[in-house]
């Protein structure tokens, strides 16, 4: 077997106790899991403080000294060592709660020592509680002369002695016992590495561990993101090829008479250059022979719609059913009304499928589209259901596809033969570069990177608490103008409970504040039935009430064009693209529109961060880039649930560069050699070969 294989309990200093509990803690299993378990940050081994400069609890420090004392204190569960430690300004205390035994036999007092931790302030006076403790020696001053790095780690392995110290220790044993060349095999191409000038893997998977400068450390981050990246966009690049090689689709030969006589007689406005290129391309790809799988990317209100619209009906020109999906009832509902209403006088049958259908009505309806009769039907998820049978259905879109699970979009696979359908999803807000290239690396994309014409910005400003009077003053004015408006409270915690009475007590305070007996008010809540919902949203798209007060429920898709101001309650709580979605349902209309962000006083600095940006731009793609760094790609919704993006070392935010070399220098490299049959390629092949094995069953479904 393979050393790095070897199960990390036959690790020297492991055994079978620690064994489990870094397979329980930490997921390691072998000595390689432990090896790719990268240090998280590094201290500087070379800085230390001084004794008389500890002045701030909580801060990190280290400090070399020489221990004057060590003492058990107290009994029982007060029971406590404390040492002394003196350097040449001072005497500080180290305290430990666990370990006693061991510790005070193994501390020797005289002796120098280096000591790491955090500061802790007791009755007046700074100690440090459990602290990293390292007698000076030759040894760790010769290798660990600057870097020491630290490792995530959870209280049960600290306790058994498996903090970073404890790990720095049995990554120096793993060290000591492997062949660096071939337990650790070079996976680049020689070709490669002198190009991009990178450092060897296995020197890069020594020096993340034990850098001894910056400039080593440095280098072996930048060979490992860059690794990790590189064969993660080869293996979505090799997907995208082979389903375009190999997964037939349905041609769409003709652009018909539906489609024209749409075009020309009943296309509301003429179509931004944006939208005319992507239709452009979706129509290309229909006609090709192998399946579509795309991504359409568009700020909101950039008019997803009609190119949505536009490409059902190609496939309907060439005698297929098409299908329109939408997360939410209201949302599909509207597609529903507004897709009828752009196809009067056409002669197509569209249909409208929800939970809410039921009994004859839903019969009927799956008669219908099993015969054929119905062309269109626009629905919530309800459409993945297994009696839910198209005679020929040739094309899937799915709006705002962030909110479907894969398996529910697996379902869609089976709902047509011999080929799957066309699918196309759209996302609800831009999707940062970065993300989409590895998100969705393996679809297509078109970018609608343009707004219909005539948009106005919509005035965004960011209040507290104290400016309430003010705003209701301007809601007041507005109203009087004619004006619509939505305030929008947050979800608590996911409960709805609490969610429900957040947005009654925000209700009853506004409306003792903001007496209108002449206006209405319409309320929206996750609580609410479907059809209860449906008949507020209808109330205040007709204008019936002025004042929409709902929970998240109407942020996506909604479109009211008389509303002109969004209000949006608690906004710190919001994540970015959540705000900007929200933001997105006014300025829709001709008037100009308003946005106000309300929070209280006290803001971290993301939250404040986040909210400057909203006020700063109304640019979808560049609030998504912001998003992007502010969170993280680990965080960024549907990247955890894809199990696409699972990246140890890089980040989709802050390695935007390394990526998109990685991906440029995988496309070439594919578009030369697309089965790494080549000798050069011979490593990479071998290395995904590797992978392939270690991989769960991976396959994306759209
Ligand atoms: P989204 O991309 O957010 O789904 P929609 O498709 O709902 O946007 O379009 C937003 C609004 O813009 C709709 O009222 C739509 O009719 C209108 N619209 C779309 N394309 C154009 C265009 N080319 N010219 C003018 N208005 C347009
Ligand atoms: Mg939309």
New binding site residues.
């Given amino acids: 077997m393979k050393k790095l294989e070897s199960p990390i309990e036959y690790l020297k200093g492991v055994g079978p106790a620690k064994g489990e509990l870094l397979r329980k803690e930490l997921g390691v299993y072998t000595f390689g899991d432990l090896l790719v378990n990268y240090p998280f940050r590094y201290v500087d081994k070379t800085k230390f403080h001084k004794v008389r400069d500890l002045n701030t609890a909580g801060a990190e420090v280290q400090i070399k000294g020489i221990l004057r004392s060590v003492n058990t204190i107290g009994e029982g569960g007060k029971k406590r060592l404390v040492a002394k430690l003196r350097d040449d300004t001072g005497v500080v205390e180290l305290v430990w709660f666990r370990g006693i035994h061991w510790l005070s036999r193994s501390l020797e007092v005289g002796k120098e020592y280096i000591v790491f931790g955090k500061v802790n302030e007791f009755n007046r006076k700074f100690n440090i509680p459990h602290p990293e403790i390292e007698a000076v020696n030759l040894q760790n001053a010769r290798e660990e002369s600057t870097f020491s790095p630290v490792y995530a780690s959870t209280e049960k392995l600290n306790n058994r002695g498996l903090d970073s110290k404890g790990r720095r220790k049995l990554l120096k044993t793993i060290f000591e016992q492997i062949k660096m060349g071939e337990d650790l095999p070079e996976n680049l191409p020689d070709y490669m590495i002198e190009k991009l000038k990178l450092v060897p893997h296995s020197l890069a998977m020594k020096n993340i561990h034990f850098p001894k400068s910056q400039k080593e450390l440095d280098l072996a981050r930048f060979r490992l993101k860059f690794e990790e990246l590189f064969f993660l966009q080869l293996r979505l690049l090799r997907i995208k090829r082979r389903r375009v090689d190999e997964v037939r689709g349905f041609v769409f030969k003709v652009v018909g008479d539906y489609f024209h006589q749409f075009f020309n007689e009943k296309l ?5 250059g944006a ?1 005319k290129r992507v239709v452009k391309e979706i129509r290309r790809d229909l006609g090709a022979g192998s399946q579509m799988n795309r991504l359409l990317q ?9 190119v949505a619209l536009l490409s059902m009906l190609i496939a309907i020109d060439n005698g297929y059913q098409a299908v329109l999906v939408a997360p939410t009832e209201i949302l599909a509902q509207q597609h529903y009304i507004g897709i009828s209403e752009d196809l009067e006088g056409i002669d197509l049958k569209v249909a409208f499928l929800a939970g809410s259908v039921k009994g004859k009505k839903r019969k009927l309806l799956l008669e219908e589209l099993a015969e054929g009769k119905i062309n269109i039907l626009v629905g919530t998820h309800a459409v993945f259901e297994d009696p839910v049978i198209f005679k020929n259905l040739g094309l899937a879109i799915i709006d705002e596809q962030h909110r479907f699970g894969v398996a529910q979009r697996s379902k869609l696979w089976k709902k047509s033969s011999p080929y799957p359908a066309h699918i196309m999803v ?1 996302s609800a807000t831009p999707i940062p570069r970065t993300l989409a290239m590895t998100l969705y690396g393996d679809l297509e994309v078109s970018v ?1 990177d343009e707004l ?2 005539g948009r106005k910005e919509i005035d965004t400003s960011h209040k507290m608490e104290g400016n309430r009077l003010r705003v209701i003053g301007f809601m007041k004015e507005q109203i009087k103008l004619g004006r619509q408006i939505y305030i929008v409270y947050p979800l608590i915690e996911e409960s709805e409970k609490l969610d429900l009475a957040n947005l009654m007590s925000g209700y009853e305070t506004l409306l003792r504040d903001f007496p209108m007996p002449e206006y209405q008010i319409s309320i929206v809540h996750g609580r609410m039935k479907a059809k209860e919902k449906d008949f507020e949203m209808q109330r205040f798209i007709k204008n019936e009430t002025q004042i929409m007060i709902a929970t998240t429920v109407i942020e996506v ?1 909604v ?1 009211v ?1 008389n509303a002109s101001v969004m209000i949006i309650e608690n906004a710190e709580r919001f994540g970015l693209s959540q705000l900007h979605q929200l933001r ?1 349902r006014v300025g ?1 209309g001709a008037e100009k529109s308003y946005c106000i962000l309300m929070t209280s006083y006290k803001l971290s600095d993301n939250s404040k961060e986040r909210l400057a940006t909203m006020v700063r731009t109304n640019n979808g793609f560049e609030i998504a880039e912001a998003d992007l760094k502010l969170r993280g790609s680990g965080n960024i919704e549907g990247t955890q649930q894809s199990g696409v993006i699972n990246l140890n070392l890089a980040d989709l935010g802050t390695d935007q560069k390394i990526l998109t070399t990685a991906r440029a220098v995988a496309t070439q490299i594919l578009e030369k050699d697309p089965k790494l049959e080549h000798p050069a390629n011979a490593r990479l092949a071998a290395h995904m070969r590797k992978k392939a094995k270690n991989i769960k069953v991976w396959s994306r479904i759209s």
Avoid: A, C, Y
């Fill in positions: 509301p406005f003429e179509l931004t939208q568009g700020d909101v209100g950039s008019g997803k719609t009609i759209m609608i219909p014409p898709g479109n064009p997105g829709r």
